[in-house]
């Protein structure tokens, strides 16, 4: 009985320690605060962001998108899966620790001036076997800014 324990126990050991062995899948994360600076055309923000689990091929971007009611239905539309939308008065992307100058150099907004409708988003970008992929990891509230 005392052997038969004794096995059971061992046997109980390795399996533990195979399946701690096994290689544990995490697909990537982040997080993206609010926008930190003055929340206006031609002013510079901020974010601060985390990323985790990037893959080797893999590397963090952020996205800030600005909206204004360009077509003229009395609606800003903010797109659900893409930045390009009818209304998108100002688009950027660049690495997470940039200064992003809101209405960049030319855009719609700054053409136009006036309050826009912001978001900004985290994604990870990158190639694996010939195939660009893009994965969004998170984004802020809306927040508006002035024109």
């Not at 109980?12 to 206006?40: C, E």
């Not at 985390?50 to 996205?63: A, E, F, I, R, S």
């Not at 360009?70 to 009818?86: C, M, N, S």
């Amino acid at each position: 009985m005392k052997k038969a324990l004794v096995t059971l126990v061992i046997l109980g050991v390795f399996a533990t320690a195979a399946s701690a062995a096994q290689p544990v899948s995490h697909a990537a994360s982040g997080t993206i605060s609010d926008p930190v600076g003055d929340l206006r055309l031609g002013s510079t923000i901020t974010f601060n962001t985390t990323n985790d689990n990037l893959k080797g091929w893999q590397y963090p971007m952020v996205v800030v998108a600005c909206y204004q009611d360009l077509d003229g239905d009395g609606l800003v539309t903010l797109p659900a899966q893409y930045e390009g939308a009818p209304d998108l008065a100002y688009a950027t992307l660049d690495y997470p620790a940039s200064t992003f100058l809101l209405g960049g150099g030319w855009s719609p907004w700054l053409e136009n001036g006036g309050p826009a409708t912001c978001i900004a988003k985290l994604y990870a970008y990158g190639s694996k076997a010939g195939a660009e992929q893009i994965t969004l990891l998170a984004q802020t509230a809306t927040f508006e800014a002035a024109g």
